[in-house]
């Protein structure tokens, strides 16, 4: 089992900078983390995801503005965002797949983290 963590979600002027992290409480490897976020009335997205070797993809709208980072030893993930803009507003929610063995993997999710920007 995976127990995700989040924080440092808040409210932030556009143009701003926040940063939020997720801890991991689980002995499981980690193949991947991430986040994802959704706004009101709007699905679940991709923002950012990193691997355990350190590849990174980012969602188009967020690159160059928002940097991944991972601590696979201490099992956290942070996603520092800056140059924020209303449309960036959303719950924020930490992302993991974890390896279950024999090339099995499952998806595990925080509680998500509200981040509001302000025009």
């Known amino acids: 089992q995976v127990q995700l963590v989040e924080s440092g979600g808040g409210l932030v002027q556009a143009g701003g900078s926040l940063r939020v992290s997720c801890a991991a409480s689980?002995?499981?490897?980690?193949?991947?983390m991430g986040w994802f976020r959704q706004a009101p009335g709007n699905e679940r997205e991709l923002v950012a995801v990193?691997?355990?070797?350190?590849?990174?993809n980012y969602a188009d709208s967020v690159k160059g503005r928002f940097t991944i980072s991972r601590d696979n030893a201490n099992k956290t993930v942070n996603l520092q965002m800056t140059n924020l803009r209303p449309e960036d507003t959303a719950v924020y929610y930490c992302y993991a797949r974890g390896y279950l063995g024999l090339g099995v993997g499952a998806d595990y999710w925080g509680e998500g983290t509200l981040v509001t920007v302000s025009s």
């Open positions: 990193i691997t355990s070797g350190g590849n990174t």
């Open positions: 689980t002995s499981m490897f980690l193949n991947a």
